[in-house]
Every structure is written in structure tokens, then in C-alpha cells.
């Protein structure tokens, strides 16, 4: 019996477990070991890294070393991709946390977004041939590296920019001689085009007046041919792979152009063909360990509403809004789909302006989506009380809902902490994923709880409340629960980058950053409905539901994002 009260659990975990081995092998390949890195940066705040370092590198026998960086609001792990290939090639790779991003210290965007920092770390290890240092970067990554460059312009040989540019809004003005040997490779559907060339669309980026000034072009750029000298380090090459911005660390082309750069710039690694990349197979795990993760959560509710301390709260639900789908069920659902994602920008925007980052509320973008959250729930609870269905009583056990909450993420917590530990890995596919919480970011996640929480309650009470049907199967269930809450957001998304890939622009083009963070929206969501559904379907309450929601949801969004505020 016990057994079968955990078996769920155990089909998760094995799921972690076998996904966290597979990426592992993979990020560790040829004999690579990686290193969880602190070096202190400027102002004495305490920066953050992983080192790969490559078989048989010593002080006796040195290798070349690249500095890889990540984009705005992502952490080093999102540069797996590039760094796995590089350290199989023989180079020693920091994966940096920028400044205020995953677990460096500072704020986002101070001290060279902890560039120049990094790259005298790395020159001061004794493994590292210094006079092969590359740079890479991804999007503010680039802009980061360039601070490194623009401080200590004899400390590298050559540079990657991804997704990035020289110049304003936060790099030096790039020339023909200075940053040396650049590689720009800015995919054809980049969301930041404007931002960073000056060009409305991707595409179109040869025409750009700021990159052929750069490249030292009296006409349009051609994208593969080698502009100066390498020699001379001022060797310039555009590449553009057909992918979107993010989609630059997903995509073999654009790792693969950077792969080629570094081993025509930098001396000492080995020169193994391009096309031979196994990265995929890591992020493969991975998303195998993430899928794992819920699975595993829903067995530790599972197992503990068998337990005697929550098993009075289990009580399968006897009302439900609608006895079938009918108009005015259908009008309620394409409303819970529609209005958060009309109101979307619009909120993000007031806050933006409402609540700038400070001790309080110190990262701006969840700051954002918490206003988001907190206005829509609000309008959903209104909603529910003007627009009703049958009457739906709930379970309210508030005190055993929010222990059983704490039990089962504290549970989740320790597993995400055994795997941070014996593989170097964390649960994530792209740039959505389950990380751990610095001290600091644990006593913001504190602050945040609270609208989280707010959200979730007034919510999952609305969904459940609101919208649940009699006549319906478990799938169908699960499948318009999850609808309600992510559908809209996800048709949304498919109407802007078929929009895209189409045109070259955004529904939306002067929302590339919202239009990104958007995407997370579908996943979190998605996650929620069913973490929700599998408890109300259970507990007869939406309590448990939104307590669970709210931990997990504040757990990911605050370790995930910048803090733009330096306490």
C-alpha cells in the first residue's frame, strides 16, 4: 500500500534522475569537469560562474579559455549549449553569471555587468594560456563582454558577438580596429533588430548604416565574407542563422558559427569539426529532469494526502459550476483567455513606471508580472461574483492546504538541491527553468510571495468556482483548465511569430523583451493548471492549489530574474 501511494513520486524521481545522469554525461564529455565558480568582482560583491575545464589541463600544460555570457534576464546555464561545445574543443570555459543575474551580486547592469571582472578572473587562473582568451556573448551577454574588452583591451584575441551589437544603448562605439576580430552572429528573425542595428527588420540587417560603419563596408554587408584581417585583429564575418533571438542557444548554426570563430582566431584547442555537436543531447536531459520535477510533485502530493495529518482534507468534489458546456460557460472560458493576454503589455507598462526596483520590490520584472497577476485575479474574483454559474462550496482548510504546500516544494526543493550537487545540473529546457535560490534571492522570494500567493488564491478559486463541469472526462478536464489559463497566451504567441517569420517583424515590434518573457507564461501556466486540477479533483478545495502554485511560481520567477536593486 505504501508503495502504491508513492508510486507517482518514484516515476518522477526516476525521470530526475535519469535525465539529470544523461546531462551530465553529455556537459561533462571528453572528460570535461565542471566547476561551480565564486570569484569577488568589483565593489566586492561576489560573482558567479561555471568553470569548465577540459582533460589534462594543468599549470604545466595550459589551454585556451573563453569567457561565455548569457542574455537579460537569464543565467549562466542558459550558455550550456555554446560552453559544452567549446570545453570538448579544449577550451576553458566561464559560463559567468552577469552582475545581478543568477547568483552574482550588485545589480543588473552595474560594474560592466561583471565583464571586466570575469575576464581578469580568468586570466588569473593558472591553467589559462592568456594569450588565447576569446569572449562570447549572448544579447546583453555581448554588450557585457564588450565592457571586458573596452577595459582591458590587450586581455583577449577575439570575440562572439550572438544576438548583440556594439554601440548604443549600453556598449562602447565599435570601429573598424576596436573591439579585435568580431564575429556578429544575428539571426534572421532576431526580435532586437531595431534595438541593436538600427534596422526594422532582421533581415535586412547587411543595409544596416551602424553595422557597415563597423565592418568598414562601402555597401552592403555579405554575410560569410571575411572583412580586414585577422592577423591585424581587425577581422570582421556576419553570420545569420534562421532562427529567433533566444532561439540563437537552441540552434546549431549559430553555435556552430561561433565554434568556427574560435578556431580561426584562438590557438591551442582542438579543431573538430563544427557540424559534430552533442549539446542537445544535454538539453534533452534536462527537459527530461523538468518534466520529472512536476511529475515527481504531483506523487509528493499524492503520497501525502495519505498520510494522517492531510488525510481528512481528501474529498472528491460534488458541485460544479456548469452541468455542460453552454453559452454562458463559453463566454466565461474566452474571457479567462482572452483578458490577461489583451491586458498583457498594458499592465507591464504601469508597472514599469509604478513600481521602479528598490529594497522592496528589487526586480523589476517581477515586479511587473506580479502586478499583472495581482490585477487579473482581482478581476476574476469580481467576475465571479457578477457572472455565475450553480454555487460551488469549497473545503477551506487553510492551515493543513498551506502545510501541505510548504511539505511537498520544501521536498521538491531538497531534490533540485541533490541534483545542483552531484550534476551540476538543474531542471530547464532553453531559458525556462528550476534553479536554486541564492540566500539573497530566498528573502526576496518572501516579498513576492505575497501577490503570488494573492493571484493563485482568487484564481484557482475563479477556475474552479467558475468554470467546472459535471459532465466531462478527467482529460477534458485537465485539458480546459489548462486552456483557460495558458490558451490565450499561446495562440497569442503562435499569431506573433508566424507574424514573424512572415513579415521579418512582431505583431508588436516595440515589445521584443514582454514579447519573450511572454513565453514563459504558456509553460508556468500550463503547470499550474494541472498542479491545481490534480489537487481539486482530490481535496474538493482550490486552497492546496494555489498555495503549492504560488511557492513554485515564486520560487522559479525570482530565481530566474535580474535584480536590478544592489542591497
Known sequence: MLLKNWKLFLVGLTFVLVGSVLAHFVQTSNGVEIKDTRFIGANGKLQSGLLYVPEGVSAENKAPAILAVHGYINSREVQSGFAIEYARRGYIVLALDQTGHGYSEGAAFSAGFGGPAALQYLRGLDIVDVDNIGLEGHSMGGWTVLAAAATYPDDYKSIVLEGSSVGAPFAAEGTTEWPRNVSVVFSKFDEFSQLMWGVAKADDIETSEKLQKFFGADDVVEEGKLYGDIAQGNARILWQPPVTHPGDHISRAAIGHSIDWFDKTLEGAESIPSSNQVWYFKELGTLIGLVGFVVA???????????????????????????????????????????????????????????????????????????????????????????????????????????????????????????????????????????????????????????????????????????????????????????????????????????????????????????????????????????????????????????????????????????????
Not at 541564492?438 to 467558475?466: K, N, Q
Not at 530566474?560 to 536593486?565: N, V
Open 297 to 567: 510533485l504531483l506523487g509528493v502530493l499524492q503520497g501525502l494526502l495519505q498520510m494522517p495529518t492531510f488525510a481528512n482534507m481528501r474529498k472528491k468534489p460534488q458541485e460544479f459550476a456548469f452541468e455542460e458546456r453552454n453559452p454562458k460557460w463559453l463566454g466565461l472560458f474566452l474571457f479567462s483567455t482572452i483578458f490577461p493576454v489583451a491586458n498583457y503589455y498594458f499592465l507591464f507598462s504601469l508597472a514599469q513606471g509604478w513600481f521602479p526596483a528598490s529594497a522592496l520590490l528589487p526586480q523589476t520584472i517581477t515586479s511587473q508580472v506580479a502586478f499583472w497577476a495581482v490585477i487579473n485575479g482581482a478581476v476574476f474574483a469580481v467576475l465571479g461574483l457578477v457572472v455565475r454559474g450553480n454555487s460551488v462550496k469549497f473545503e477551506l482548510d487553510v492551515a493543513r492546504a498551506a502545510l501541505l504546500a510548504i511539505s511537498a516544494v520544501f521536498v521538491m526543493y531538497f531534490i533540485t538541491m541533490f541534483v545542483d550537487f552531484f550534476f551540476k545540473v538543474d531542471f530547464r529546457f532553453w531559458f525556462v527553468g528550476v534553479k536554486l535560490l541564492s540566500a539573497e534571492r530566498f528573502a526576496i522570494a518572501l516579498i513576492y510571495l505575497v501577490p503570488f500567493t494573492a493571484y493563485f488564491v482568487l484564481a484557482m478559486r475563479a477556475l474552479h468556482g467558475g468554470l467546472s463541469i459535471r459532465k466531462q472526462s478527467t482529460l477534458q478536464t485537465y485539458a480546459l483548465n489548462a486552456l483557460a489559463l495558458m490558451g490565450g497566451f499561446a495562440l497569442f504567441l503562435v499569431a506573433q511569430y508566424i507574424a514573424l517569420y512572415a513579415t521579418g517583424k512582431l505583431l508588436t515590434p516595440s515589445e521584443p523583451l514582454n514579447t519573450i518573457v511572454m513565453y514563459q507564461f504558456v509553460p508556468i501556466l500550463l503547470t499550474a493548471a494541472i498542479i491545481s486540477t490534480f489537487l481539486y479533483k482530490r481535496t474538493s478545495s482550490y486552497l492546496p492549489g494555489a498555495f503549492v502554485n504560488a511557492l513554485l511560481v515564486t520560487w522559479y520567477i525570482v530565481a530566474g530574474q535580474a535584480t536590478q536593486f544592489a542591497f
